[in-house]
C-alpha cells in the first residue's frame, strides 16, 4: 500500500474567534453530562477500592506481622492525599484549564504546545509519543486487573468459598472477551447505563465505608496528611512498595483530562467534588475501619465491608461497574488511536464511526483485537489481581509525568509566564509522581516489565513510522516545480480529457508524482486539474466554513487545501462538496481521483536502520488504502504504480 498522502505535523492556524466562550449548558443538560461523567470519566479511578488498599496494607501486615493503628491510618492517610494532589489539584483545578478546544488528553496537549511554537519541537513531539504509548499499556493492564479483582470477590461469598477458586480466571476472561466482542456495536447502546450504574456503585461503596467507619472513627486521623508522613519515615524499607500500591488509589486519573471533550470541564469538576470523592473517602477511611476491627478482613477488604447476604450482589455490581471501567479505556484507546493517526504518528488504520449523534464514538476494530489478545495474555499468565497489581502503575505515572512536563511547556508558552514561574507551579506535582515513579519502578522486576514493553513497542511504532514517512518523502521530493512546469504545459498543452481530475500531494508547490505519471503514459491532462492537500489542524474539529481553500494557479489548474481537525475522520469526497461555495464547480461522477500505488524498495545497509525499513515496508503494506482513509469513492479512483527507492 502506499504510504501517507498528507497526514503530517504541520498544522493549521485556527481562528481566534472560534474560541468564544459558550452559553452555560441548562440545568438538565448539566445533570445529564454530569451523570455520564460518573460512569465513562471515573470507572477506573471508582473501582480502585477494590484492590489499592488491600495491596497497599498487605506491606505493613507482612513486614511486622501485625498491624498498629498508626499504620493502617497511615496508609489511610496517603490514599486520600494522593487524591487531593494529583487528583483534585493537578487535574481537576489546573490541567484541565489547558484545553485545545475542549479537548483534552496527552496528544490534545501536545498539539496544542506545538501550536504556540517555540523550540525543543522534537523534545515535545517525543513526550508526547511516550505518554501515548503508556497509555496503551494502562488500556491493555486496566481491563484485566479491573475485572479480576471484581470477580475474586466470589472467593469470599460463604457458599462459594473453595470452589470457585480455580475458576475465577476463566469467569473474568469471559467477562472481558465479551466485552471486547460487543465493541463493533458501539459504546452508544449501553452507554447510557454507565451513569446510573456507577451512581449506585459509588453510593453503595460510600454507604459500605460508612457502616464501618461509626465503629471506628480513630480511622478520622487520617484526614490529616501528618500520619502518613510518618508512616514513610519509620518504614523506609518498606516504604517504595507502600508508595507503589498506594499510587493504585489514582490509576484512572488521567481519564479526567482525556475525555474533557466528550462532557466538558464543568460537569466534570463538579461530579468529582460533588460525588466521586466523598465516596472514596468514605470507602477507603471505611476499609481502614474494618481493617483496625477485624484483622483477618485484610484478605479482602473491600468485599468483607459488605455483610453476608450481600457479597453476591456487590459482586455483581463491582463487576458491572470494572467493565465500565474497562469500556472507557478502551474507548480511550480508540479515540487516542484516532488522534495519531490524525498527527501521522501511526499508520492508516479502519475507524468506524458507531453513533450518528455522537462524533466521539468510534471503532478502530485492529486496536481492539490487539487489546483483547493482551488483556487475555495478562489474565492467562498473572491469574489474579494480587500479581497483577506489580504489574499495574507503571504506565500510569509515565502517562501523568509526561502530561505534566507538557504543561509546563504550555503554562510557559501559552500563558506568556517565565520559564522558572512555570517549573515553580508545576515542581509539587512533579515531585510527588516522581516519587511516585521511583518507587512503581521497584515492580519492574515483578512484572512492572509488561506495561514498560508494552510501551516501548507503541513507541517503536511509531517512530519507525514518522521516520518511514520522512524517508519516503524525501526520496519522492521532486525537482519539478509547479513554477516550473504550469509555463510549459500553457505553452504546450497536451490533449484534454472531459471531466476533473484531482491529484493528492503532500506539497502544494512540487508536481504530484501521479501528474508526471500521468502526462508521460497517457499524454493527456483532464479539463479541470485540482492539486489536493490534506492537512490536519491542530484543533479537534475544523468548521464547515473554514474547511476548504481553492486557488487558481493556471487556465484549468486549481489548488485546493481541505483542513480536518485531529478528532475527525476525513472524508474527501464531502469536503470537496463544499468547495462548490468556493467557485469550484464538479460533478463527482465526471471526477477521478488520481493517487500514487506506491511499493517500497529499501536500500541496502546494514544495521537496526535497515530493520526499520523493513518494518516500515510491512507498516505500510497492512495499512488501510489511501482511497478507503480519505473515503473516496472506489469507482472514480485510478491508481498509477510507481517503485520507490528510500
Known amino acids: 500500500m502506499s504510504a501517507p498522502v498528507s497526514p503530517s ?84 483545578l489546573i490541567l484541565m484549564r489547558f484545553d485545545n478546544r475542549g479537548e483534552g488528553g496527552t496528544l490534545s496537549l501536545m498539539a496544542l504546545v506545538q501550536k504556540a511554537g517555540g523550540r525543543a519541537a522534537g523534545l515535545i513531539l517525543v513526550i508526547g509519543m511516550i505518554g501515548a504509548g503508556m497509555f496503551f499499556g494502562d488500556a491493555i493492564l486496566t481491563p484485566a486487573v479491573s475485572v479480576l479483582s471484581a470477580v475474586e470477590g466470589l472467593e469470599i461469598v460463604q457458599s462459594l468459598s473453595g470452589r470457585i477458586d480455580p475458576f475465577v480466571p476463566a469467569i473474568a476472561l469471559v467477562v472481558l472477551v ?17 451513569g446510573p450504574v456507577c451512581v449506585a456503585w459509588f453510593a453503595t461503596i460510600a454507604v459500605l465505608g460508612l457502616m464501618a467507619l461509626v465503629r471506628a472513627p480513630q ?102 461497574a470494572t ?23 501511526l499508520p492508516r488504520m479502519t475507524l468506524k464511526i458507531t453513533s450518528e449523534s455522537h462524533a466521539g464514538q468510534i471503532y478502530a476494530p485492529q ?54 514561574l512555570s517549573l515553580l507551579v508545576f515542581s509539587p506535582f512533579l515531585t510527588v509522581e516522581s516519587a511516585f515513579l521511583v518507587a512503581n519502578l521497584t515492580k519492574v522486576a515483578h512484572g512492572g516489565y509488561v506495561p514498560l514493553l508494552i510501551a516501548s513497542a507503541m513507541i517503536l511504532l511509531m517512530w519507525t513510522w514518522m521516520r518511514g514517512v520522512r524517508r519516503v518523502a524525501k526520496a519522492e521530493q521532486s525537482d519539478l516545480k509547479l513554477t516550473d512546469v504550469l509555463p510549459m504545459l500553457m505553452q504546450r498543452p497536451p490533449l484534454k480529457a472531459r471531466g476533473a481530475a484531482v491529484f493528492l500531494t503532500s506539497d502544494p508547490t512540487a508536481v504530484p508524482a501521479a501528474l508526471m505519471h500521468n502526462l508521460k503514459h497517457n499524454q493527456v491532462l483532464h479539463e479541470v486539474v485540482v492539486l489536493l492537500t490534506v492537512k490536519v489542524a491542530s484543533r479537534p474539529r475544523v468548521p464547515d466554513a473554514e474547511r476548504v481553500e481553492v486557488h487558481d494557479l493556471a487556465p484549468g489548474f486549481k489548488a485546493m487545501t481541505l483542513s480536518f481537525g485531529f478528532m475527525e475522520t476525513p472524508n474527501v469526497a464531502k469536503g470537496m462538496s463544499l468547495a462548490r461555495a468556493k467557485g469550484l464547480k464538479f460533478d463527482i461522477m465526471r471526477t477521478s ?54
Open 593 to 646: 481521483f488520481f493517487l500514487s500505488r506506491r511499493t517500497l524498495l529499501p536500500r541496502r545497509s546494514g544495521g537496526i536502520g535497515h530493520l526499520l525499513d523493513l518494518f516500515f515496508v510491512f507498516l505500510t503494506r497492512n495499512a488501510v488504502r489511501t482511497a478507503d482513509f480519505f473515503q473516496i469513492p472506489p469507482s472514480r479512483v485510478v491508481e498509477l504504480g510507481a517503485q520507490v527507492a528510500f
Open 9 to 92: 505535523l504541520s498544522v493549521v492556524d485556527p481562528d481566534p474567534g472560534e474560541a468564544a466562550a459558550k452559553p452555560a449548558p441548562r440545568l438538565r443538560t448539566f445533570l445529564g453530562l454530569a451523570l455520564g461523567s460518573a460512569g465513562v470519566v471515573y470507572g477506573d479511578i471508582g473501582t480502585s477500592p477494590l484492590y489499592a488498599f488491600k495491596e497497599s496494607i498487605k506491606h505493613l501486615a507482612r513486614h511486622g506481622g501485625r498491624l498498629a493503628q498508626a499504620d493502617v491510618v497511615g496508609v489511610i492517610s496517603l490514599m486520600l492525599w494522593t487524591l487531593m494532589v494529583i487528583v483534585t489539584l493537578k487535574y481537576v
Open 367 to 420: 486496536i481492539n483485537w490487539m487489546l483483547m489478545l493482551g488483556v487475555a495474555a495478562l489474565v492467562l499468565g498473572f491469574r489474579s489481581s494480587d500479581a497483577l497489581a506489580n504489574a499495574y502503575g507503571v504506565s500510569v505515572i509515565g502517562a501523568m509525568i509526561t502530561s505534566s512536563v507538557l504543561a509546563v511547556v504550555a503554562f510557559h508558552r501559552l500563558k506568556a509566564r517565565p520559564l522558572w
Open 323 to 345: 467493565v465500565i471501567a474497562s469500556q472507557a479505556v478502551i474507548s480511550g484507546a480508540f479515540s487516542m488511536t484516532q488522534q495519531a493517526i490524525q498527527l501521522g504518528l
Open 219 to 320: 480511622v478520622l486521623m487520617a484526614l490529616n496528611p501528618w500520619p502518613g508522613l510518618m508512616l514513610l519515615i519509620h518504614h523506609p524499607k518498606i516504604a517504595p512498595a507502600v508508595l507503589g500500591s498506594v499510587f493504585l488509589t489514582v490509576t484512572g486519573a488521567e481519564a479526567l483530562y482525556a475525555d474533557m471533550g466528550h462532557f466538558g470541564r464543568k460537569p466534570i469538576q463538579w461530579t468529582w467534588v460533588a460525588l466521586v470523592f466523598p465516596c472514596l473517602i468514605l470507602n477507603y477511611l471505611g476499609q481502614g475501619a474494618l481493617v483496625l476491627t477485624d484483622p483477618g478482613a485484610i484478605e479482602n477488604p473491600f468485599f468483607h465491608l459488605a455483610p453476608d447476604w450481600f457479597q453476591l450482589p456487590l459482586v455483581v455490581l463491582a463487576t458491572a
Open 178 to 194: 465479551g466485552l471486547f466482542a460487543v465493541q463493533r456495536r458501539g459504546s452508544g447502546g449501553v452507554g447510557r447505563w454507565f
